[in-house]
Nanobody, 124 residues
Framework: QVQLVESGGGLVQAGGSLRLSCAAS????????MGWFRQAPGKEREFVAT????????YYTDAVKGRFTISRDNAKATVYLQMNSLKPEDSAVYYC?????????????????WGQGTQVTVSS
């Protein structure tokens, strides 16, 4: 199985930055598209960003486009989410997820493996 561990969450003021990391187990990390999702209290889990196995393709939800950047280091089996110009509405638990295919996907159901989540809180 693939195990994912997120880190890097915390409290930041509006306009600030955070970088989330997700370390993956397994020897075939480069074969898995990776994604970030987030969930705020009382709301559905929503797609944030995804990246293909080779980093050739990325997609972002409109709410974060231009502010967030997803990247990966296959040698380190780690995916990152750089979050700049943070807004209070970005506050949520952020989850890392892995797909058992290499092509990027925005669909929740395409992801088979999930991390435990890391809290991001943006103060106004």
């Amino acid at each position: 199985q693939v195990q994912l561990v997120e880190s890097g969450g915390g409290l930041v003021q509006a306009g600030g930055s955070l970088r989330l990391s997700c370390a993956a187990s397994g020897r075939t990390f480069s074969m898995y598209a990776m994604g970030w999702f987030r969930q705020a209290p009382g709301k559905e889990r929503e797609f944030v960003a995804t990246i293909s196995g080779s980093s050739s393709t990325t997609y972002y939800t409109d709410a974060v486009k231009g502010r967030f950047t997803i990247s990966r280091d296959n040698a380190k089996a780690t995916v990152y989410l750089q979050m700049n110009s943070l807004k209070p509405e970005d506050s949520a638990v952020y989850y890392c997820a892995a797909r058992a295919m290499s092509s990027a996907s925005t669909l929740y159901a395409d992801y088979l493996f999930w991390g435990q989540g890391t809290q991001v809180t943006v103060s106004s």
